[in-house]
């Protein structure tokens, strides 16, 4: 969508719902089975793609804002997710 010809990058839900999409194998992954070398692995992979999505979402919101409050409702989601993945893997 363009506002004057310039292209509107303001955040949406949908900014921090594809790092959440990446997290999803992970978590159930974890949920359901062991945690062996080649699953951790991965796992970290994951965090660290989901991670660098989130810093490009706001890269978004420092140019453009959020224009919703269930953007930020998505984005408090998303940052309580990281961080708890990230303490279940180092533990």
Known sequence: ????????SSATEATWSVPL??????????IMSDRSAPWLAAAWTAWG???TLTAAGW????RGGIRRAQAWATCLLLHVVLVVQ???LAA
């Open 21 to 30: 999409l990446v997290l999803a194998p992970a978590l159930l992954i974890r």
């Open 86 to 88: 990230a303490v279940s």
């Open 1 to 8: 969508m363009t506002v004057g010809g310039i292209p509107n």
């Open 59 to 62: 890269v978004g919101v420092v």
């Open 49 to 51: 793609l989901a991670a």
